[in-house]
Each structure stands twice: as C-alpha cells, then as structure tokens.
C-alpha cells in the first residue's frame, strides 16, 4: 500500500516504460514469433525442447533390432546434447551441474533402457566434471582414487562438500573437455579400422554375424590391400546380414550368406570370427544381437578366435546378472506371423533382441585405443568412468 | 526285356573285344534273332567273366566278387545268385546300375598283375571249397580275409563329384542312355562346395521329359515332382512314398517274354533310382529300402509264376514299411517315453515325424510336459511340427534357432530326429541340429537322438562338407519392409548363398540314441550294423 502512495507520482512513467518494453517485445514477437516472455527463458526452452525432441527419438527407434541409426550416432547425440546442457543451463557450482546432468541422463535411460551409450556418455561427462573439478581446485585425480579406499573409511562423506566451491573457468574446461570427447568419438571407426591390417591376412575365411558398422568399416579397410573370404550369418528373423553382404560386395569382397542353422556347420573352415556388440558389460562380457552365444561356443569348440571389434564408448559398467532387464524383446510376431492364424492363440512365441556371451568364449577386444583382453576391461572402466557414477539413479 | 538286355550288349562292345563266342552271340541278336534264355544266361556268365579280367579297383565289394569267382568255379549255384550279388547297389546313394559303366573304365595296367593274384587265389579257394560242401555264402567270407591288397576302393558316389569333369561325361552318358533326363546346376555355388550339385527349384527334372514318358513310369514322375519341389520332405515320408510308387510299378510291370523276372525288373529299376536322385539326391533310408527290395526281387525263385512273383513282392514292401517304420516307431516311443518324466520341458527341432509321434504318445499317456520348438530359416519346418503338436493339446512355445540361448535355461531334454546315423556315431540331419546339440551341451542339458535302425548307414563323415546337399539358394531371399536385400544376387559377382540341407553331429554331442533295438549310445552304430548284416 505505502509503496503504491509512494510511487503514484512516477507510477505512470514507469507503466510507460514497461509499455514501451511491451511494445518492443510485441515488435520482436512480430518478427520472430517466439512467445512473449522474459529473455533468459528463450535459451531453457529450447534446451527442453531440445531435450524432449532426443527422448521421443530414442523412445521411437529401439523399435526393431537394427535402430534406426548406429551407436555411434547415439553417442555424438548425446554428447552434443549435454554439452549444450553444460552451455545454456543455469549452475553455479560443479555439484549442481552434476546433478542436473544426472536427472537429464536419467530420463534419457528411461526412454530407452536397451541403448546403454547414452548412459555411458552422461556418465563420461560426469567424469570429465569430476576431472576438471579436481583440476581447478589443484589436487590430481590419481591419488583421489588410489586412496579412495582409504577415503571410505576415515572420512566418511566427505567428498559431499567438494563439488559446491565455485571456479569461474569451469564451465569452459568442462565444455572443452567435452568437444575433446566429441573428436575422439568421431574418429573411433577410423582408429579401429587401421588396426584391421593387423589381424587379417590373405586368403582367410571370416565369420561374422548380423550387420555392425563397425565390422564392415573394419573388413572393408583390409580388404583394400588382402583377399579373403567372409561368410555373414544372416541373423533371423529381422536378417540385417542380407545388408550387410550387399555393402561388403560393393567392396569385392566374396562373401557368402548363410542361415543361421548353419553356422556350426560351416564352422570348421572358418579361420576367425569377427563380430561387433551392442554392449561391452564390466565383467568383460557381451551383450550381441542374438545368435552370438550359439557363434561363440562354436567358435570354442573350434578353436577359432573370437574378436570383438567395439568402441570404447559401448563399455558400461553393467553387470549381466540383472535377468529382467538384461532381455528385450520385441513382437513375436516376426517369428510367427499373424497369418499363422489358430494357433497363434495357444503357443507362446519368443523374439529376444540380445544374447548374453560370457568373457571365456572371448579371444581380444578391438577397440579404439588399441587390442585387449577380456580380463583388462575392468581396467579400462576404472579410467572411463568415476565408481560413484555407475548407478545413475541413486547417484548423489 | 531285349532293351536292357541289349544295353549290357553293347556295353560289352565297348569294353572287350577278345571274345569270340560273344561276337557270335552279338552278331545273332544284330542278325534279329530271338535269344533264349539258355543263351542268355550262357551270355551272363561270360560278361562277368570278362568283368573279372578287366576290372581294377572300383567295382562290387569284395564279397560280390568273392561270390562270382566261387560261382564261376561251382557252376552248381544258381545263377541267379550271382546277378542278385551284381546288381546290389554298393554304397548307399550311389545309383546302382553303374556296373556296366563300370566295365568301360579299364585300367589295363593292373589287369595283368589281378589276373595273377586272382589266379592264386583261385587255386587257394579250390582247395578250401573241397573241404566245405558245395558254394556256400561262407566260403567267400574266408577268403575276403586274406587278400588284403585285393580290398576295392569304395566307388565313389556320383552326387558328391560334381567338380570332376569326368564324372559329370559319364554320369551324363548314363543318363542318356537310360533316357532320363540331365539336370543342370543353378546359381553360383560356394567355392567349398563345388563338388555337390545345387539346382533351382524353378526348373524341375521333368521339363525335359516327353509326356507321357516312355522310359520312367508315371508314378515315378509324380514322385520325382513331390521330392523336388519339397512337397514330400522328411526321411521316413520320402521312404514310405518310395516304396509305395514301386509297389505300383510291380503292380503294372509285365515279364516280357523269354525274360526272368528277378533279373528284368531289377533292370528296369535302375533308370527310375537314377531319376529320382535327379530330382534329389538319395537319402540314406531310400538308398536302404532300395537295397532290401532289389535283394528281394532277385530271391525270387525263377519257377515262381509272375502273379504269385508280384504278390509276394507287394507282401515284401508291406512287412518292410510295417516292420522298420511302423512298428520300429512304436519301440522307440515305448522306449522314449520311459525318458519323459512329469513337469519336463522338451525341446525339439523342426519337424520330424518321429519325435512327434514319441511326443503325442506320451501326451496321451496323461505324462505331462511342455514342449519348446525350435525353428530356423529357409525352411521353418518347425510350424509343422508345432501345428500337430497344438493340434493334440500340448503346450508349447515356438523360437527361432538364433534365441536358442535365451530358451536353453528353462530345458530339461532335447529330443532330436535324425536323417541318417554313419557308422562312425556321428549323427546326420537338418541343418541346425549339430548348433542345437552344441549349445545343450554347454548348458548341461541331456540331448537324445531317435532313429530307426533301417536309417544306419555304413558311411563315415566327420564334417558337414564331404557329403550333403545343396537346396535351391533363391530361399534364402526374403522381403521385410519393403525391401529386399538380396533380389539380385545373380548380378553380384562376389555374393553366394548357402542353402545347406544336412549337417553332422559329432557323437559326444549326443547322450543316447533310442533305437528299435533299445536304448545305445551313438558309437554302437557299428556295432549294430555289424549284427544286422550278419543276419541278411
């Protein structure tokens, strides 16, 4: 009340002000159509929507096995959608940026819970947070986790406080670690490929399953200097293999399909098998598009390696013992079509979309930074991704 | 018939020019006049003479040859014997009228040296054969002993040399010269496999036939029709149908004149076998129920009337399918069922008439069960087997082989058919089947075979490249969403496909074999082929 008396007099120069500020908007309005509202919200909203243009993505191609497009271009997505987030989002200090990218990548799991690339990416960001934090504040990240141990049992909760320091080039270093993220990313096919010439020589018969970028990036790059034959099981019932064969005889490659019922048969003159992986689990396992398993233990009883080419950015720190969620499936109907009529209605038909192949049946891992061993890819995890980080929903 | 007959003429011709009372036998019949059946008997037995000199190392097994010596030196056996112990096919696919090509392939280096050997034991065998009483089958199994060096290569069965010319001439002469027609190759075919035939569905073996065929009788074309286009597919479907077509070819066949029945119709046999593995390649229970029937024919003794001779052969073929399909099926299932507990989950694979009967009877023994099927592409077999499996009340699930892994933990049993079992234990069937023993195996799950005895064959493989079959490679094409991959295959130099139809099972994949005989495990297969030879 008093502050209306007090204002009466210049109560109506600043209602001319706020009409001319009306007006401008409404002039800008003309122009650009956007909504009337306050300047700062411009950049929120388009970041949700941003947001929500990514989820309904993903929620619409894990439809069939073989999604719409690659991992790889899930995780450049990603990685370009919270490095935006990093940008344009309002946070004072690490710890909020934290946890705003750990809501953001939970919806983002939620949309679609099988393509763990996302949730490896939001977990990478987290980690590069944690680096630059650490950075910034002076201390190195080794001896941060060499004596994490040791940190659980003196000082308890300690870590808690250390995100809330506030470094003015944080939000610099973070967004510049994240393009160095980016690169890597984009190279990873190219830096897998120039391996191929190491693994395969002339006149060799290769077995691969089901369609991998990966592996045909990788094949068709030896194939430019060696001969060799490949033999592509054509992975029933969504038959990615059939594609796959017809892109690596672009490259002159002799390549032979064959149903799946036949690849223990065909197994014993193969000399490797080369196959890709939706997702690298913690305990060095995978989870392929099914048919893998049956390949594998063929492959064991031949004695014929087995090497999977996989990106870094497909290792995530699950473990396989979760069953219900391990397994997707899809509409059995490509396995008993509706036209199969009566007696559609008494049988239960299954369509599973992946396989779980445990390490032993696993000879190297190729992935961009080089071969490695099944039993070294809990190494890798440790420096790919922070431990506080692995379970996204009860994170901090 | 004069007709056969004078093809074993003329296939003399080729081969031997030594003979002079064969030129006067031959000059006669060009001369038109009628042979009679002493001449033509007279006529037999020197053809096989010359056979005897002229022929290295393929040809019938030792025994046969055994037979014909011991036959040539005691006259006393009937000569009937010996046509019957010829004419028996030797390996199991093969067609078996090759023995006269046979005789066109002399390698005359050795002949002098066989000659001299066979000489030697001749002499051996005399004096053996004065101590036993006159051409017993025993005698020949003595000396089969001794002339270890003499032991003929097998032949080798033609549908497996596709990569050799040679073959492919002779193969191509023979079918000419039966009059049957030749069907050619489709596609591209994967370089491990050239040496198997792979044809196209769209062009079936009676295309070039004449109608109505003058060589190959009509229920034989219809057969040929069914097993090429798939309408007949499954071991014991394609046996039975067999034997039932050659019941009626016994039905309608006429001795002709001055001809033996037992010799005649075997004769006219062989064209038929030679275009049904045209139209697709024999499979192990064919190559045996062929045998059994051939030897039946030439038992028959040669006073027996021709009406009598037909009935007699029908009542064969009648106990054949009885005894070794029907009622072997019947054991198995009594045998099986002692197997199949309450609360089991079964697996099965595709579709094969066994198992499913095994699997129906024990649903109507009030056992109760689950069954999974297991499915894979081209074929999808396995919807057979689950309509008549739904169709009886049983519950199951349906799979495709690539989500084997996921289904395999909630198994307790796999119940597997087979086409054939060799005689090394490793077991012969559709494609798929090996994988599905392989994986049983990791996960612990016990995995049963069953098979009828008549299926065992006296081959030996140990891979699934030396010997199977080639389906036609267009199944393999398939359209989802619109678009499909593979349509032009043809125009893509680099691109093969394979259509595999048979694999093998190495023996320590399987747990037990449920046979006729009981309950063996799969390295008993000798053992049991052994016994069944013994008692023929």
Redesign the interface.
């Known amino acids: 009340m008093t502050r209306r008396r007090f204002l009466s007099g210049s109560a109506s120069v600043q209602a001319f002000r706020r009409l001319d500020q009306l007006t401008i908007l409404a002039r800008n309005q003309r122009f650009t159509e956007t909504p009337v509202k306050m300047p700062g919200a411009d950049k929120e909203t388009d970041l949700s929507e941003r947001i929500e243009s990514f989820l309904s993505e993903l929620k619409r191609c894990g439809s069939g096995a073989g999604s719409l497009r690659g991992s790889a271009e899930t995780a450049r997505e990603t990685t370009a959608l919270l490095r935006r987030i990093t940008a344009q989002a309002r946070w004072g200090n690490a710890g909020e940026l934290m946890e705003i990218i750990r809501k953001e990548g939970r919806r983002m799991t939620a949309a679609q819970p099988s393509e763990t690339t996302v949730g490896n990416m939001v977990r990478r960001v987290l980690k590069i947070i944690r680096e630059e934090y650490a950075r910034s504040r002076g201390s190195s990240e080794e001896t941060d986790q060499q004596e994490s141990l040791h940190k659980l049992l003196t000082s308890g909760g300690s870590s808690e406080d250390n995100f809330r320091q506030h470094f003015a080039h944080l939000k610099a270093n973070v967004i510049e670690a994240i393009n160095e993220l980016l690169t890597e990313l984009e190279g990873t096919t190219d830096n897998i490929s120039m391996q191929a010439l190491e693994h395969i020589h002339s006149n060799e018969v290769i077995m691969t399953i089901g369609r991998s970028r990966t592996v045909e990036a990788f094949l068709k790059d030896a194939a430019r200097k060696r001969k060799f034959h490949v033999i592509v099981a ?6 990615q293999g ?2 796959m ?2 892109s690596l ?1 672009k490259e ?15 197994m ?2 193969v000399n490797k098998v080369i196959i890709g992986t939706q997702t690298v689990l913690a305990n060095g396992g995978l989870r392929a598009v ?2 893998t ?2 390949l594998a ?2 492959a064991k ?1 031949h004695s014929t390696p087995l090497i999977v080419c996989a990106p870094m950015f497909k290792l995530s720190p699950q473990f396989p013992n979760e069953e219900d969620t391990f ?1 997707k499936f899809v509409s059995p109907h490509e ?2 079509p509706f036209t ?1 009529g009566e ?1 559609l209605s ?7 979309v992946f ?2 192949v445990p390490p032993e049946l696993i000879t190297l891992f190729i992935s961009n930074i080089g071969g490695n061993a099944p039993s070294y890819i809990y190494r890798l995890m440790s420096e790919l991704y922070h431990p506080e980080d692995h379970e996204l929903y009860t994170g901090k | 018939m004069a007709d056969s007959d004078g093809r074993q003429v003329v296939s003399i011709n080729h081969s031997t020019e030594e003979d002079v009372k064969l030129q006067e036998v031959v000059q006669a019949k060009c001369e038109g006049k009628e042979l009679t059946k002493e001449e033509k008997q007279r006529l037999r037995k020197e053809k096989k003479q010359h056979k005897k000199n002229k022929k290295d190392d393929r040809g019938p097994p030792e025994k046969e040859k055994e037979k014909e010596k011991a036959s040539v030196l005691a006259p006393s056996k009937p000569a009937t014997q010996s046509p019957a112990h010829k004419a028996a096919p030797v390996p199991v696919n093969a067609s078996a009228s090759e023995s006269p090509v046979a005789a066109e392939k002399p390698a005359k280096s050795k002949a002098e040296q066989r000659a001299e050997r066979r000489a030697r034991q001749d002499t051996e065998r005399a004096s053996k054969q004065g101590k036993k009483e006159g051409g017993q089958q025993s005698a020949s199994s003595k000396p089969k002993a001794t002339p270890n060096e003499l032991q003929p290569v097998k032949r080798l069965p033609e549908h497996i040399q596709v990569d050799d010319p040679a073959a492919l001439k002779k193969l191509a002469k023979k079918l000419e010269r039966q009059q049957v027609p030749l069907r050619s190759d489709y596609g591209y075919k994967v370089s491990l496999f050239s040496h198997l035939h792979q044809y196209s569905r769209k062009n079936p073996p009676t295309q070039q036939i004449s109608i109505p065929a003058t060589v190959i009788h009509p229920s034989i074309v219809r057969l040929g029709l069914q097993y090429s286009q798939g309408i007949i597919a499954g071991s014991n479907a394609r046996s039975v149908a067999l034997l039932h077509a050659f019941k009626q070819v016994i039905q309608d066949y006429s001795t002709p004149p001055n001809e033996e029945l037992s010799r005649d119709l075997v004769n006219k046999l062989s064209p038929y076998i030679s275009f049904l593995s045209q139209c697709r390649p024999l499979s192990a229970s064919m190559g045996n129920a062929i045998k059994y029937i051939k030897k039946e024919i030439s038992n028959i003794p040669s006073q027996c009337k021709e009406e009598e001779a037909k009935r007699r052969l029908q009542e064969c073929i009648d106990s054949y399918i009885n005894e070794k399909i029907i009622l072997a099926s019947e054991a198995i299932s009594k045998y099986a069922i002692e197997k199949i507990s309450d609360g089991d989950v079964i697996l099965v694979y595709g579709c094969s008439s066994l198992v499913n009967h095994i699997l129906c009877e024990a649903f109507e023994k009030q056992r109760k069960f689950r069954v999974i099927v297991v499915d894979s592409r081209p074929r999808l077999e396995g919807r057979e087997a689950l309509r008549r499996l739904v169709k009886k009340g049983i519950r199951c699930t349906y799979v495709l082989i690539s989500a084997l892994s996921y289904i395999l933990p909630e198994v307790s049993k796999v119940f597997l058919g087979a086409h054939a079992l060799l005689a090394n234990g490793y077991v012969m069937s559709r494609v798929g089947t090996s994988q599905i023993a392989l994986v049983a195996k990791a996960y612990n799950v016990p995995v049963l075979v069953c098979c009828e005895t008549y299926k065992f064959c006296e081959r030996v493989q140990t891979d699934s490249f030396e010997s199977n079959e080639l389906d036609d490679p267009d199944d393999l094409i398939v359209t989802r969403n619109g678009k499909t991959h593979l349509e032009n295959w043809q125009t893509v130099k680099s691109l093969g496909l394979l259509n595999l139809v048979y694999d093998v099972t190495p023996p320590d994949f399987v747990d037990l074999v449920i046979t006729d005989l009981g309950m063996i495990p799969c390295t008993s297969v000798p053992v049991v082929l052994r016994v069944k030879n013994v008692d023929q």
């Open positions: 054509e992975c029933a019932p969504f038959c059939h594609e064969a017809t005889c002159d490659i002799e390549t032979t399909v064959i149903p799946d019922a036949a690849i223990f048969a065909v014993s003159r099914n048919g398993h049956t233990l063929a009883h397994h396995v008993l199969e007696i008494k049988v239960n038909a299954h369509c599973p396989d779980y």
